[in-house]
């Protein structure tokens, strides 16, 4: 039931339904081949005095990923994260084989919301809120997730994927790096 009204708050209306359409487009987003998600999520969860997990690194990620590459034949990686430099500092991790789906233009909040409050003024709500939106949808259309359960884009990607019958938290498609989320 709550995957049904995840799926109902986050429906896209026409512009944002444009821009993923645009952005899947801009990736080269597969048609049919399955995409694994990946949400790496640091900033405030993992800096900062409010820090409330370690940090997983990119290969522990992959590791995961990788069970998916070889027991289904994905080869598309989508990759969202709010860590600014994630793939110049960790992006040898992502096997040579795989197809990265990661915009590198994207704006990402460094260090999250403690970020946030300091630089409030020259911060751009509506663009952070629609890139948001766009990569929980397109987290929650993979065929495969890999993240942290705890956080929110992970949780409500995965609950949204239910409600789409693609994802089911805790199931074969799911693979948490929190154990205790399952």
């Given at each position: 039931?709550?995957?049904?009204?995840?799926?109902?708050?986050?429906?896209?209306?026409?512009?944002?339904?444009?821009?993923?359409?645009?952005?899947?487009?801009?990736?080269?987003?597969?048609?049919?081949?399955?995409?694994?998600?990946?949400?790496?999520?640091?900033?405030?969860?993992?800096?900062?005095?409010?820090?409330?997990?370690?940090?997983?690194?990119?290969?522990?990620?992959?590791?995961?990923?990788?069970?998916?590459?070889?027991?289904?034949?994905?080869?598309?990686?989508?990759?969202?994260?709010?860590?600014?430099?994630?793939?110049?500092?960790?992006?040898?991790?992502?096997?040579?084989?795989?197809?990265?789906?990661?915009?590198?233009?994207?704006?990402?909040?460094?260090?999250?919301?403690?970020?946030?409050?300091?630089?409030?003024?020259?911060?751009?709500?509506?663009?952070?809120?629609?890139?948001?939106?766009?990569?929980i949808w397109l987290l929650s259309h993979c065929d495969f997730f890999v993240?942290?359960?705890?956080?929110?884009?992970?949780?409500?990607?995965?609950?949204?994927?239910?409600?789409?019958?693609?994802?089911?938290?805790?199931?074969n498609a799911v693979s948490a790096l929190c154990p205790q989320c399952c």
């Amino acid at each position: 039931m709550l995957s049904q009204i995840m799926r109902y708050l986050f429906k896209p209306n026409a512009f944002m339904k444009a821009v993923i359409e645009r952005h899947k487009k801009e990736l080269g987003w597969p048609a049919v081949a399955p995409v694994i998600g990946i949400h790496v999520r640091r900033g405030d969860k993992v800096h900062g005095p409010k820090a409330e997990a370690k940090p997983h690194h990119l290969s522990e990620y992959m590791q995961h990923a990788d069970r998916f590459m070889r027991s289904h034949g994905a080869r598309h990686i989508y990759i969202s994260t709010d860590e600014p430099k994630l793939l110049d500092e960790e992006g040898a991790a992502v096997p040579k084989s795989a197809a990265l789906l990661f915009d590198r233009r994207e704006y990402r909040v460094p260090e999250g919301s403690g970020w946030l409050a300091s630089n409030h003024k020259s911060f751009n709500r509506t663009a952070e809120a629609t890139n948001a939106i766009r990569n929980i949808w397109l987290l929650s259309h993979c065929d495969f997730f890999v993240g942290t359960i705890s956080s929110f884009f992970g949780r409500a990607s995965v609950l949204i994927g239910t409600g789409h019958g693609i994802l089911e938290v805790c199931s074969n498609a799911v693979s948490a790096l929190c154990p205790q989320c399952c």
